[in-house]
């Protein structure tokens, strides 16, 4: 059993910066593929950032490729996903997931099985 808790949402105007961070209990954390999602509002569950179990791989949804950073450490169970230059199109709920089967994340929603509960992001115009 993977629990997972994210940290770090809140509101911030546009252009400005955020930092999540998740951090993970139970299970081998050094050994699983990690992925951030989002969900707005009506909308699907979407892709965000995927980092490899020794964050020597990672990638990006095309919205945010340049404008956010993925990183791990493995030493202290978390994972952080550094949002800058952000957009009101960045406001969802921000989730991440632990994919147990693999060191090596998936855009796809299927893939995992253990989820955080979410935490809020609200940009401002």
């Known amino acids: 059993q993977v629990q997972l808790v994210e940290s770090g949402g809140g509101f911030v105007q546009a252009g400005g910066s955020l930092r999540l961070s998740c951090a993970a209990s139970?299970?081998?954390?050094?050994?699983?593929?990690m992925t951030w999602f989002r969900q707005a509002p009506g909308l699907e569950r979407e892709f965000v950032a995927t980092?490899?179990?020794?964050?020597?791989?990672?990638v990006f949804a095309d919205s945010v490729k340049g404008r956010f950073t993925i990183s791990r450490d493995n030493a202290k169970n978390t994972i952080s996903l550094g949002m800058n230059n952000m957009t009101p199109e960045d406001t969802a709920v921000y989730y991440c997931?632990?994919?147990?089967?693999?060191?090596?994340?998936?855009?796809?929603?299927?893939?995992?099985?253990?989820w955080g509960q979410g935490t809020q992001v609200t940009v401002a115009s």
């Open positions: 997931a632990a994919n147990v089967t693999s060191g090596y994340g998936s855009k796809f929603r299927g893939k995992y099985v253990y």
């Open positions: 139970g299970g081998t954390f050094s050994n699983y593929g």
């Open positions: 980092i490899s179990w020794n964050g020597g791989s990672t």
